[in-house]
T-cell receptor, first 111, second 115 residues
């Protein structure tokens, strides 16, 4: 069964600190993996999309990594800001319109 | 562009009533998706259209749910009759890259409460 597991479920960090969110998947076949940021009461916004051949991609202070061999991805946030407080969702695309979503990690950045 | 526009933002209805959610995708995008989000199950893809044609509706939970896209700038998701377990946030998203794997831009969502 295709699954995407994210950890931790929730995280509290101090403003200015770094953090790393994890995503493990058992999805096959694999087309791409994406990270979304979802602010409370808003729709998800795409942060990164990585294909099989990409092992790192950055978007400002967000850096995603992908290890297709171990089926793991991480999202690293550098120098966190209060506006980073949100839910971060990992999604794996198998191709043929099959998407498997993680439940998300809720991040709270505290002043 | 104003982005993906959904209406209404909030809907409260009684069990058994018909509910219609509306979506205007980003102009020029040829793929449109309907998602449902709950605390228990997270985000779920319900259906997606490509060039106004439904491509995959395997995520539609049951016959009470139906979706239409009469033209490139409008889509509806209808629930009839509604049930309390349909309470969720429903998102519409659109994409220009085709298929469910393209980068999708989401609307603000419609929060549906069925009492």
């Amino acid at each position: 069964k295709n699954q995407v597991e994210q950890s931790p479920q929730s995280l509290i960090i101090l403003e200015g600190k770094n953090c790393t969110l994890q995503c493990n998947y058992t999805v096959s076949p694999f087309s791409n993996l994406r990270w979304y940021k979802q602010d409370t009461g808003r729709g998800p916004v795409s942060l990164t999309i990585m294909t099989f051949s990409e092992n790192t991609k950055s978007n400002g202070r967000y850096t995603a990594t992908l290890d297709a061999d171990t089926k793991q991805s991480s999202l690293h946030i550098t120098a966190s800001q209060l506006s980073d407080s949100a839910s971060y969702i990992c999604v794996v695309d198998s191709g043929y319109s099959t998407l498997t979503f993680g439940k998300g990690t809720m991040l709270l950045v505290s002043p | 562009d104003a982005g993906v526009i959904q209406s209404p933002r909030h809907e409260v209805t009684e069990m058994g009533q018909e509910v219609t959610l509306r979506c205007k995708p980003i102009s020029g995008h040829n793929s449109l998706f309907w998602y449902r989000q709950t605390m228990m199950r997270g985000l779920e893809l319900l259906i997606y259209f490509n060039n106004n044609v439904p491509i995959d509706d395997s995520g539609m939970p049951e016959d009470r749910f139906s979706a239409k896209m009469p033209n490139a700038s409008f889509s509806t998701l209808k629930i009839q009759p509604s049930e309390p377990r349909d309470s969720a946030v429903y998102f519409c998203a659109s994409s220009s890259t085709g298929g469910a794997g393209g980068e999708a831009f989401f609307g603000q969502g419609t929060r549906l409460t069925v009492v």
